[in-house]
C-alpha cells in the first residue's frame, strides 16, 4: 500500500515537471534545445502519431497543414513517415540505430505484435526488456544476423552517423578514423533483409556538410551526388523510392529533392544563437522506401 502511494506521488511529480518544462519551452520562444524541447517534441510527436488523417497523410506524401512541427527537428517527420509504412501484422523487425527506443514511442500500437531488434552502438540508460526487445550492441557494417532474417527494417539519421566520430553517443575516449561509410551499412541491411522485406532509411540531406561537434566530425549531410551514391545499393531491389520533407519558418512540409538542395544544417554544438527559423537541427531529410 505504501509503495503504491509513493508510486503515485513520484508519478504526479513528474507530471507536474513534465508540464512545467513543455510551458517554459512555449513561453521561451520555441527555441530548440532549451528546457522543455525534448518534452514538447515528443508530446507533439505523440499526438500525430494518434491523428489518423496525419498518419494518412504521410503514407500519401500529402501536403502537411501549416506550421507543422515548427521548431522541432526531424523526428517530426521521420516517426509519422515511418510508422504510416510499416505493416500491423506481426513481424521481425530490426531498428537499427535506436530510434525507437523511447517510451513515447516502443508502445505505439503498430508495434506492439512486432519482435523488435535493437541495434546501436553503446548501451543507452534506458531499456525495455519486459516488452520482450532484444538489444545488441556492434558495427552497422558488420551486423550479427544471417541473410534474410528480418521481414522489417528502420534505420532513421543513422546512415550518416557511420564511420564518423561517435564517441558523443557512446561517451568513449578513444579517438577513430573519420571517414563516411555509409554504403557499407546498407549493404549489411539489404543482406539481413528478407525477400519481399521493407527497409525504410531516412537522412539528413541538403548542402554537403560535416557536422562537428567538440572539434571532429560526428555527421555527414548528404546531397544528390552522394545521396545517388548510396541509392546504388539499392539497385537490386525490387523497389527503390525516395521522397523528401524541408524545414522552413512555415514548418516541415514536403518537398522536392531540387528544392532542398543547399539547405543547410543548424548544428547546436557550434553556435551560441539560434537562427530566425528556429530550425534544431537538420533541415531537410531524404526518404527512402526499399522492398527486397
Known amino acids: ?71 522541432y527537428d526531424e523526428r517530426v517527420v521521420e516517426y509519422p513517415w515511418v510508422l504510416s509504412r510499416l505493416s500491423g501484422k506481426e513481424s521481425k523487425l530490426l531498428d537499427a540505430g535506436s530510434v525507437l527506443n523511447f ?31 532484444s538489444y545488441c550492441y556492434g558495427d552497422l557494417r558488420q551486423l550479427p544476423f544471417r541473410d534474410n532474417w528480418f521481414d522489417e527494417i528502420i534505420s532513421i539519421s543513422t546512415l550518416e552517423h557511420v564511420g564518423m566520430d561517435n564517441r558523443i553517443y557512446t561517451g568513449k575516449n578513444t579517438p577513430v578514423k573519420v571517414g563516411l561509410d555509409a554504403k557499407k551499412a546498407a549493404r549489411e541491411l539489404v543482406r539481413v533483409l528478407k525477400l519481399g522485406g521493407k527497409l525504410l532509411i531516412s537522412v539528413g540531406f541538403g548542402k554537403h556538410q560535416l557536422i562537428e561537434w567538440n572539434d571532429t566530425v560526428f555527421a555527414e549531410q548528404f546531397d544528390s551526388p552522394t545521396l545517388k551514391d548510396l541509392l546504388k545499393e539499392f539497385e537490386s531491389c525490387a523497389v527503390a523510392s525516395t521522397s523528401f520533407y524541408k524545414y522552413t519558418q512555415n514548418g516541415w512540409n514536403i518537398s522536392t529533392e531540387q528544392e532542398c538542395q543547399g539547405v543547410e544544417y543548424f548544428n547546436i554544438h557550434t553556435t551560441a544563437s539560434f537562427d530566425p527559423d528556429n530550425a534544431a537541427a537538420a533541415r531537410a531529410v531524404a526518404l527512402v522506401e526499399v522492398v527486397k
Open 103 to 133: 517510451p513515447q514511442i516502443i508502445n505505439n500500437s503498430i508495434l506492439s505484435k512486432k519482435a523488435i531488434t535493437i541495434f546501436t552502438l553503446a548501451p543507452e540508460g534506458h531499456a525495455f526488456w519486459e516488452k520482450g526487445i
Open 1 to 71: 500500500m505504501v509503495s503504491r502511494l509513493l508510486r503515485r506521488v513520484k508519478q504526479r511529480i513528474a507530471q507536474g515537471k513534465h508540464q512545467a518544462d513543455i510551458k517554459a519551452y512555449l513561453k521561451g520562444g520555441r527555441k530548440p534545445w532549451s528546457r522543455g524541447y525534448k518534452a514538447s517534441k515528443f508530446d507533439f510527436i505523440q499526438i500525430v502519431l494518434k491523428d489518423d488523417g496525419l498518419i494518412a497523410k504521410f503514407r500519401s506524401l500529402d501536403t502537411l497543414p501549416g506550421n507543422y512541427g515548427y521548431g
